[in-house]
């Protein structure tokens, strides 16, 4: 949490002297709403508060270098914290893995959450419109609803349908933050904490427990056909993030093939 308000002060995310402060009053309010509905520290499941807060922290590390590049801009910046911070907020949990559907509309029924985001000066479509590119995996049904929902969040924030520049700049920043979704855990720790991320995630994604290491790597295969997209988000971050990242991928693909060769015997 700390490091988050950190970096959003040193952006900063929003034209207030308060930034600082209205940072933290809405990461708490988010850590409150996961926590009395018991996603906080001890869930089990992959998508909780932990998960959120990496999210959050490892997008606006990536953000914090691009805006710096002076390609992205205060705005931007905003919107990326405050999806981030939300792309995952269904503390009702009818599922382990959150419904976008249900995101949305446990955001905007939150008048706390409502009352501390104006500060930002963001439309909260928009913010909604990049959290619906979360979506995972994003292809088939579930990518046309997703786009039709996008497309449909950008009307109601105003955005001409004619206006494919502002559009598209948005639908890239929702593809930045579902890369950083996707990546972040495995990039903050080593592998061991990767392993018990997989295993949280295998409940998500219903894996059987024989097929972790077989479905992991192919959920980093998956990311060779975004590789501009990845190697953008990580030009943003730390070497030793990224070592983190391909270290972890290296060896998940290392238990596979051992796994192979043993079945093969």
């Known amino acids: 949490m700390d490091k988050i ?6 952006m900063p995310i929003t034209q207030k ?8 009053k809405v990461v708490e309010h988010v850590v409150f709403e996961f926590s009395k509905k018991g996603i906080g520290g001890d869930y089990t499941g992959y998508h909780d508060i932990t998960h959120e807060l990496e999210v959050t922290y490892f997008t606006l590390l990536a953000a914090k270098f691009h805006f710096e590049q002076k390609e992205f801009n ?3 910046v905003t919107t990326l914290f405050l999806s981030a911070l939300l ?8 599922s382990e893995k959150p ?14 959450l ?9 439309d909260l479509n928009i913010v909604l419109a990049l959290i619906r590119r979360t979506t995972y995996p994003f292809n088939g049904k579930q990518k046309e609803h997703a786009l039709e929902r996008m497309q449909e969040l950008f009307s109601l924030a105003r955005i001409h349908k004619d206006d494919t520049v502002t559009r598209n700049h948005y639908e890239q920043l929702g593809w930045f933050l579902s890369i950083c979704d996707r990546i972040a855990g495995y990039s903050l720790g080593d592998f061991k904490y990767a392993r018990e991320l997989a295993r949280r995630n295998a409940i998500s994604m219903e894996w059987p427990p024989s097929v972790i290491n077989e ?11 975004e590789k501009k997209m990845l190697d953008y988000v990580l030009m943003g971050v730390s070497d030793d993030y990224r070592k983190n ?12 093939e051992k796994e192979v060769r043993s079945k093969a015997i």
């Open 5 to 10: 308000i950190d970096l959003a002060s040193d």
């Open 17 to 24: 002297d308060a930034i600082e402060k209205d940072a933290k």
């Open 74 to 76: 205060q705005n931007d």
């Open 87 to 94: 792309h995952d907020f269904d503390p009702l949990k009818e």
């Open 99 to 112: 419904h976008n559907d249900n995101v949305e509309s446990f955001i905007r029924n939150d008048k706390e």
């Open 114 to 122: 409502a009352k501390l985001i104006v500060p930002f000066e963001t």
């Open 215 to 225: 479905q992991v790597v192919k959920y980093f295969k998956s990311l060779k056909v």
């Open 245 to 256: 990242l391909f270290n972890n991928i290296a060896g998940f693909r290392r238990a596979w």
